[in-house]
């Protein structure tokens, strides 16, 4: 997400969702205004083969968004956006397209039509948005990769996940990125992680951050993105790093 040598990019997570609706539209455009390099968003599909931008797999009171048309869904929640809304919305900042594909949530597909739909998507824009793909799920990645190598992506790790053996897989995979949490970054460790992801050709995008001196111990280690629920707090940090 950065170029080597240079401040870490501030992607907002789900939008600046500590001062506006998580996954809409107000969230994503207030990102940018926070001074946000880029966004962080969750796909998800809706009944009618629609890519809509939600983090759960259901809606309460609703159910799975799977099982549900978008205008369905957007009786509960006006403000639901797709992902071709988002991408307009926060265009030119780079876009975090993360996948959800757990395979406990109803809305599961081993098949992985959601990662087609967003090569689709892409495609159809005529390549001019700025993303790189992320999941929890290697096999989601994998298929981006499958359909169109030239998307960035990056492998999400929970955060048990030792982000070394992270970065290794993604390499060997051939993605761009590793996502580790932050606490498996704690101490002195975020250096060496860096150190052995670079130079296996991997950027480390650290999420969530939200605590300045964390912020600035990170940025401090190398790490390529801060993905954080408080944009203007990261770029206030980074100045005074």
Do not use: Y
Not at 8 to 31: D, I, Q
Not at 40 to 69: F, I, N, Q
Not at 192 to 218: F, S
């Amino acid at each position: 997400m950065q170029v080597r040598g240079h401040a870490p990019a501030v992607v907002a997570h789900r939008g600046a969702r500590a001062a506006a609706p998580e996954n809409t539209l107000a969230a994503f455009r207030l990102a940018a205004e926070l001074g946000a390099d880029g966004v962080e968003l969750d796909v998800r599909r809706t009944g009618d083969g629609l890519l809509a931008v939600h983090h759960d797999a259901a809606l309460p009171d609703l159910g799975p968004l799977c099982e549900r048309t978008l205008a369905e869904l957007r009786e509960v929640r006006p403000a639901l956006p797709t992902l071709e809304e988002s991408l307009d919305a926060c265009a030119p900042m780079l876009v975090n397209i993360e996948i959800k594909n757990f395979p406990r949530d109803p809305d599961h597909d081993p098949t992985e039509r959601v990662a087609a739909a967003v090569v689709d998507l892409l495609h159809g824009r005529g390549g001019h948005d700025r993303v790189l793909v992320s999941s929890f799920s290697l096999d989601t990645i994998d298929r981006v990769r499958a359909l169109d190598p030239a998307i960035p992506t990056g492998f999400l790790t929970m955060p048990a996940f030792d982000p070394v053996e992270g970065a290794v897989l993604a390499a060997g995979h051939g993605h761009g990125a590793v996502h580790p949490f932050v606490l498996a970054l704690a101490g002195e460790r975020a250096a060496a992680v860096v150190e052995q992801a670079h130079a296996l050709e991997v950027a480390v995008n650290v999420w969530t951050v939200n605590d300045p001196a964390e912020l600035r111990r990170l940025a401090a280690a190398g790490v390529d993105a801060l993905i954080t629920d408080v944009p203007d707090v990261a770029r206030e940090a980074l100045a005074t790093a």
